[in-house]
């Protein structure tokens, strides 16, 4: 059974906390990806990466950064957590079929994260 | 920003019950465009990925169809059940890009 995993349901953190999320993915997937879903708000994507040590920007980067030091794994990091990151965070992974574009690949999902910023 | 929006917000229906929603996205520079189910407490998973003008996808008593010229797509199910109840998401890519941009969703309840 394919399973991408993230470190935490919920989590509880204060303003200017340096957060970590971690997601682990185990079908030796290249690409991987950060969102965030808001109450009204779609799925927002805030970085994601095709390969180890690669990443790009989506969306809503800002006051985020991200790590990829090996291929199943992809941390997200809050600098400096702020009130307005509170958020269900999720994290999915999918196949690189080598075409260099991969929309036609669905996405496995983790069961997200819900952060708390007090 | 592309634009991608589905309607309705939500849906509340009886067991037994068919149903469909509508996703809408760009027209132009079409690449694909992805169905995905968001039970709540689990994880989003996907249900169709559709690629071609005219596409139609089943999965059981869900089926999905595709207009890219217009820009719609709309995903129906049959004899709504209980396990149903879900958010469905559906996110688009363009030609130009490389990474999809998801709906707002449309909630849908179903009940005995």
């Not at chain 2, 309705?8 to 132009?28: A, I, K, M, W, Y």
């Not at chain 2, 129906?76 to 941009?101: M, N, R, V, W």
Request: hydrophobic fraction near 30%; aromatic fraction near 12%.
């Amino acid at each position: 059974d394919v399973k991408v995993t993230q470190s935490s349901r919920y989590l509880v953190k204060r303003t200017g906390e340096k957060v970590f999320l971690e997601c682990v993915q185990d079908m030796d997937h290249e690409n991987m990806f950060w969102y965030r879903q808001d109450p009204g708000l779609g799925l927002r994507l805030i970085y994601f990466s095709y390969d180890v040590k690669m990443k790009e920007k989506g969306d809503i980067p800002e006051g985020y950064s991200v790590s990829r030091e090996k291929k199943e794994r992809f941390s997200l990091i809050l600098e400096s957590a702020s009130t307005n990151q509170t958020s269900m965070y999720l994290c999915a992974s999918s196949f690189d079929s080598g075409t260099g574009r991969n929309g036609y690949n669905e996405q496995f999902f983790g069961p997200g994260t819900r952060l708390t910023v007090l | 920003i592309l634009n991608v929006e589905q309607s309705p917000q939500s849906l509340h229906v009886q067991e037994g019950d068919s149903t469909n929603f509508t996703c809408s996205f760009p027209s132009s520079n079409f690449y694909a465009l992805h169905w995905y189910r968001w039970e709540t407490a689990k994880s989003p998973e996907a249900l169709f990925v559709m690629t071609l003008n005219g596409d139609e996808k089943k999965k059981g008593r869900i089926s999905a169809t595709l207009n890219t010229k217009e820009g719609y797509s709309y995903l129906y199910i049959k004899g709504s059940q209980p396990e149903d109840s879900a958010t469905y998401l559906c996110a688009f890519i363009s030609g130009t890009a490389s990474k999809l941009t998801f709906g707002t969703g449309t909630r849908l309840q179903v009940t005995l």
